[in-house]
């Protein structure tokens, strides 16, 4: 696997992680907010490492 293949899989393993956290009726709005925010954290990081690396990654 290359550095382009696993940050695109990173990428959509958090796209789904935040789906999830959308859909869980189980978890309060602020609880969601959270746990969201700290995934746009993760999401951000990865683009960032792929632009440090010159990678373009596939929109997620």
Not at 17 to 46: H, N, P, R, S
Request: charged fraction near 40%; glycine fraction near 4%; avoid cysteine.
């Amino acid at each position: 696997m290359n550095y382009r293949e696993d940050l695109e899989i990173k990428l959509q393993k958090v796209t789904l992680a935040m789906q999830e956290v959308v859909e869980d009726v189980y978890k309060t709005e602020k609880e969601k907010q959270k746990i969201i925010g700290k995934l746009i954290d993760f999401k951000e990081a990865i683009i960032s490492k792929g632009i440090e690396l010159n990678i373009e990654l596939e929109a997620a």
